[in-house]
């Protein structure tokens, strides 16, 4: 337990006793809280606080540190309970070298973003099995509240938010608690104290918000492994997934300016795959000499569709627009550039959220029109894979016909072999082995997106028909509470494109023939749910879908208006107040205009408050100050009876001395006299004071 003495808080009775207090319930119908010394209910307290700030790391941290840090908290709880004394420093010095050991096992080193955390979640708990005086109980405050920002390494979610509000809200109340050391006040009365404070410091925060200079974040977002999970990445492995899991988080949200597009036309295009090695397909090898890239040529034609974009941190460079996009969408604070293959990038990794609008035009073509060297890349197959699918292709060239003007009829038998051959979409589709498009051709007959857009294009290329891998999303959801287009990392989706003479590249979407819902307006597969969720949703799914829009509403109005207030919103906020050209320096003056401003109100404030301070006792006061410099010394409680006692006592009954004593006198019974009693108001007495002739001090 903390020495109360040495930390502040209060000393509560011996443990096992109990110390009776005025109007207090009997000892049988109290609280648990209430029959607890007050040094282990503060104790408790802070130790709860701490767990609560400790569990929302669990899913960041490694198992092992969760379980020691539990078990560290669980121990000192103990120890608090029974009266125990504390570890010595070898237990505490053995426990500080485990965690250093197994720091460095799992992350192989002790420093960055992922050790660094590991390590203050185990140390904060570790602290408390030290916490003995003053200075130990404030380095554990102040340590938890350091430990709050290392959440906003891995998420600024607006549930983050709320349990770091309440962490915050815990650990003021504790630290409040720790500076009214007498007696036994409750901890609610702690609380209100702490909500006070906290409610009075959101004005400042607001201010700091709107107008402090945007930096760049501190915090990026960690990796990942999406190995087994649906989601987008710069590569793709085919076969040797058995069962994928829909990830059900949100990789960007859509709001469109006007009618949005149908869904089967929401392509949103991300890496394309070029390179094949049997297993993996890849973007084309780094170095492809830049005079036999494929030409964009990007040709657009129609109306555009205009939509604004609000994406999740993704770690990559890249920017997700729909098909196709000819001008740069707008990014904030970043310069973006386009791939011959069409995909957008940024200059940098997008490790927080952004927003950008963009305009697409969904009727396009781009491509070369005519043979040039660089087609013969989108041809190339490894050799020794997938013998069968080779022999398919051989069989449709003699079926079909070869040459470049068989290739339209070559591709609708592909797809119609996918519509009547009996495929099925699955995210349960096994291991496949190298041979990978055999399998599924004539095997298995079962996949998803990435199985079926791999092996179409291995069968194109075995027709000699240039083909290639695009990724991306494909399709999303209208959430009816805030009008936006919410697309998740389920709806990753894998397509190809294949060139034909006279067209370019023509996008084809195999998984199509396969599944129609999976690129309609269909139910699709979805991840799932949780049991609370699950629950709601079999009671009634119209509720729990309302529910789920409504969260992803509010979501999304916190990622619209403080995650995404970026140095251009600052200034154009500023133009709303009236600068034509805002700069910097406006926003400068601004601010320290607006602290100026409150300064002065808080100036006011205090002078309002002085004034409206209780006028009798001001009265009293300038009494005794004038009286002080007649020699006549009192303390800030002593009574106007006792002052009329030391003014007859200097100066007798006679002269200035009397009229000075009675209106002492008056004084009193104004305060304390019973009412009606013919007493003298507070207005006369303040009028009379200014009449009075004061006695001369014996030095004058």
């Not at 002739?693 to 004058?700: C, E, F, G, R, V």
Request: aromatic share 10%.
């Amino acid at each position: 337990m903390l020495n109360n003495e040495a930390t502040g808080f209060a000393a509560g009775p011996p443990q096992g006793k109990t110390r009776p207090l005025g109007g207090q319930r009997p000892a049988q119908r109290r609280s648990v809280g209430a029959t607890l010394p007050r040094d282990t209910r503060d104790t408790l307290f802070l130790l709860a606080v701490i767990g609560w700030v400790a569990f929302m790391q669990v899913g960041h941290t490694p198992w092992w540190c969760t379980a020691l840090t539990a078990g560290v908290l669980v121990w000192r709880t103990t120890l608090a309970l029974r009266g125990l004394p504390l570890p010595g420093w070898p237990v505490r010095v053995g426990l500080l070298g485990i965690t250093l050991a197994a720091t460095f096992f799992t992350h192989s080193t002790l420093l960055g973003r992922d050790a660094g955390v590991t390590l203050i979640v185990v140390l904060l708990a570790l602290k408390t099995l030290e916490m003995r005086a003053r200075r130990d109980a404030f380095v554990v405050f102040f340590l938890a509240f350091f430990t709050l920002l290392t959440h906003f390494f891995y998420s600024q979610s607006l549930l983050t938010a709320a349990g770091i509000l309440i962490a915050l809200l815990g650990l003021l109340t504790a630290l409040v608690n720790a500076h009214m050391p007498v007696g036994r006040p409750p901890l609610s009365q702690a609380a209100r104290i702490a909500g006070g404070m906290a409610l009075m410091g959101a004005p400042i925060m607001l201010v700091l918000f709107l107008l402090f200079p945007r930096l760049s974040p501190l915090w990026g977002v960690p990796g990942q492994d999406e190995t087994g999970r649906s989601g987008l990445s710069g590569s793709m492995k085919v076969g040797q997934i058995a069962q994928l899991v829909l990830d059900d988080s949100i990789a960007f949200r859509i709001r469109f300016e006007d009618r949005p597009p149908p869904q089967a036309q929401l392509y949103f295009r991300g890496p394309v795959l070029s390179s094949f090695d049997g297993s993996e397909w890849r973007v084309l090898r780094s170095g492809f000499p830049q005079s036999m890239a494929l030409p964009a040529d990007l040709q657009v034609s129609g109306p555009p569709v205009r939509y604004d974009v609000t994406m999740e941190p993704n770690r990559r460079p890249w920017l997700f627009v729909m098909e196709s996009t000819p001008q740069a969408p707008e990014v904030p604070d970043n310069a973006v550039r386009m791939s011959n293959e069409l995909q957008w990038f940024t200059q940098r990794p997008l490790n927080t959220l952004v927003r950008y609008s963009a305009e697409s035009y969904p009727t396009f073509r781009h491509g070369p029109q005519t043979q040039v060297v660089g087609l013969q890349d989108q041809i190339e197959l490894p050799a020794g894979f997938n013998p069968r699918t080779l022999t398919l292709a051989q069989e449709l060239r003699r079926e079909h016909g070869a040459g470049p003007e068989s290739n339209p009829k070559l591709i609708e038998a592909a797809m119609n072999r996918l519509r009547t051959g009996g495929y099925t979409y699955t995210l349960e589709p096994g291991v496949f082995g190298p041979n990978t498009a055999d399998e599924f051709w004539f095997d298995k007959r079962q996949g998803f997106c990435e199985h079926i857009a791999s092996s179409f294009v291995i069968l194109m290329r075995a027709l000699d028909i240039p083909a290639r891998i695009v990724t991306g999303y494909q399709g999303g959801e209208l959430n009816g509470v805030d009008g936006y287009w919410t697309v998740r990392q389920r709806d990753a989706h894998a397509w190809t494109e294949v060139w034909l003479q006279g067209q370019g590249w023509v996008r084809v979407d195999p998984t199509s023939a396969v599944a129609p819902g999976r690129v309609g307006s269909i139910q699709r597969l979805r991840a799932p749910q949780g049991a609370l969720a699950g629950a709601i949703g079999n009671f009634n799914p119209n509720i729990a879908a309302q529910l789920r829009a409504a969260w992803e509403a509010m979501n999304n109005s916190w990622n619209q208006w403080v995650l995404n207030y970026t140095q251009g919103r600052q200034l154009d906020l500023l133009k709303n107040l009236g600068f034509n050209s805002p700069s910097w320096t406006d926003l400068a003056y601004v601010l320290i205009g607006v602290v100026v401003f409150v300064s002065l109100i808080g100036a006011g404030w205090t002078l309002w408050e002085r004034q409206q301070h209780d006028p009798w006792l001001r009265l009293l006061q300038r009494a005794r100050a004038r009286l002080h410099k007649l020699g006549v010394d009192s303390a800030d409680h002593t009574p106007p009876r006792e002052l009329a006692r030391r003014v007859q006592q200097r100066w007798g009954h006679a002269g200035a001395a009397a009229p000075l004593a009675q209106w002492l006198l008056q004084l009193e019974a104004q305060r304390y006299a019973r009412p009606g009693a013919g007493n003298a108001t507070l207005a006369s007495l303040q009028r009379e004071f200014q009449r009075l002739a004061w006695p001369k001090s014996p030095d004058t």
